[in-house]
């Protein structure tokens, strides 16, 4: 693992690792995706729309994180933010 101005870079194998499917429309990502991470994160798509987000997930990877994306983050990695915010208990579940 390296580290980019505080966000931990990993390849995109490494960041499904704490992606895991709950049923057929549910996800849920696992603490440690971002830093102090609080609770679980939670998503529910459909097969057009887990294309969608793991895509998303896969180019950030790709460009190295952060880095050149001009400020863009990922479903998943927002999910995961919310998740890290202060007072938040129980989980941070996402609509689609």
Not at 4 to 30: H, L, N, P, W
Not at 63 to 86: D, H, R
Request: charged share 20%; net charge negative; with cysteine.
């Amino acid at each position: 693992l390296g580290f980019s101005s505080g966000m931990v870079v990993r390849t995109f194998d490494e960041e499904c690792a704490f992606v895991k499917q709950v049923d057929d429309c549910s996800y849920a990502i696992e603490k440690g995706f971002v830093p102090n991470m609080r609770v679980p994160g939670h998503f529910y798509v459909n097969d057009e729309i887990k294309e969608l987000l793991y895509d998303e997930l896969r180019q950030f990877t790709k460009a190295g994180g952060a880095s050149g994306q001009g400020g863009f983050l990922p479903a998943m990695k927002q999910i995961a933010n919310v998740a890290a915010l202060p007072g938040i208990v129980g989980g941070a579940p996402a609509p689609p």
